[in-house]
């Protein structure tokens, strides 16, 4: 039997250790080719959203159709407080929100917004209208008064005077409603004695409960305190 030499030990683990570098060479390949691909992959979209982005920055402004601001938007000339003003808007804004948004005239209050409480309560040719349930557009050539345009002359009209000598308010919310009905009362039949009074003025409502000095305060301007 022929026996093995000396040498060969040393050769046969000199070949172990190039399989296992080469094993390990080939790994080191794969992971890296497999991370470049993976990060080209990744990016690529990044780099194209950067090259979109930089072209539309210096795509000229007159390219970009711009919406029109004013879509659906008609002329409506309001009469308000003996001033005309005209405005536009769409046919569906309530008289509430033109008085509001659109002219700043805050004294008419936004409450339920369902024509409940009297907080936005105005005149439309006299007679007292929740202007939350009507269309401004419907009111062209109408005489619109608002709690501004009460006072004349500088001096306050009776039932102002009246509401704050009798205190007939606490937060204050519903007191521009309440004022301009009690106003619009005194032209109405209602009877002479506080039930009539309230029963007028039912369709405003006071959450903190000055309904008392409410009554006193319309009674008194009309002459039956």
Same mark, same amino acid.
């Given at each position: 039997?022929?026996?093995?030499?000396?040498?060969?030990?040393?050769?046969?683990?000199?070949?172990?250790?190039?399989?296992?570098?080469?094993?390990?060479?080939?790994?080191?390949?794969?992971?890296?080719?497999?991370?470049?691909?993976?990060?080209? $992959? *990744?990016?690529?979209? &990044?780099?194209?959203? =950067? +090259? %979109?982005?930089?072209? /539309?920055?210096?795509?000229?402004?007159? @390219?970009?159709?711009?919406?029109?601001?004013?879509?659906?938007?008609?002329?409506?000339?309001?009469?308000?407080?003996?001033?005309?003003?005209?405005?536009?808007?769409?046919?569906?804004?309530?008289?509430?929100?033109?008085?509001?948004?659109?002219?700043?005239?805050?004294?008419?209050?936004?409450?339920?917004?369902?024509?409940?409480?009297?907080?936005?309560?105005?005149?439309?040719?006299?007679?007292?209208?929740?202007?939350?349930?009507?269309?401004?557009?419907?009111?062209?050539?109408?005489?619109? $008064? *608002?709690?501004?345009? &009460?006072?004349?002359? =500088? +001096? %306050?009209?009776?039932? /102002?005077?009246?509401?704050?000598?009798? @205190?007939?308010?606490?937060?204050?919310?519903?007191?521009?409603?309440?004022?301009?009905?009690?106003?619009?009362?005194?032209?109405?039949?209602?009877?002479?004695?506080?039930?009539?009074?309230?029963?007028?003025?039912?369709?405003?409502?006071?959450?903190?409960?000055?309904?008392?000095?409410?009554?006193?305060?319309?009674?008194?301007?009309?002459?039956?305190?």
């Amino acid at each position: 039997m022929k026996e093995d030499s000396p040498d060969e030990p040393a050769k046969t683990g000199k070949s172990d250790s190039n399989s296992n570098s080469a094993s390990q060479l080939s790994r080191r390949t794969f992971l890296g080719n497999i991370a470049t691909v993976g990060i080209a $992959t *990744t990016a690529a979209p &990044l780099l194209q959203v =950067g +090259e %979109l982005d930089a072209q /539309q920055v210096h795509q000229p402004t007159t @390219d970009v159709a711009e919406a029109p601001t004013s879509a659906g938007s008609v002329q409506v000339a309001l009469k308000i407080n003996g001033q005309t003003k005209n405005l536009q808007i769409e046919p569906r804004v309530t008289l509430l929100d033109a008085l509001r948004e659109h002219l700043g005239l805050f004294g008419t209050k936004k409450g339920c917004d369902h024509g409940q409480c009297g907080a936005c309560t105005v005149h439309v040719n006299g007679r007292r209208v929740n202007s939350c349930l009507t269309f401004a557009i419907m009111h062209q050539g109408d005489e619109i $008064t *608002t709690v501004e345009g &009460l006072a004349k002359n =500088g +001096e %306050l009209h009776p039932i /102002q005077a009246a509401f704050l000598e009798h @205190d007939a308010f606490q937060c204050g919310y519903c007191t521009s409603g309440q004022i301009m009905s009690a106003v619009a009362l005194l032209k109405e039949p209602c009877g002479k004695d506080d039930d009539a009074i309230r029963e007028c003025m039912s369709g405003n409502i006071c959450r903190c409960g000055a309904y008392t000095n409410i009554v006193a305060a319309v009674r008194s301007v009309r002459g039956t305190a």
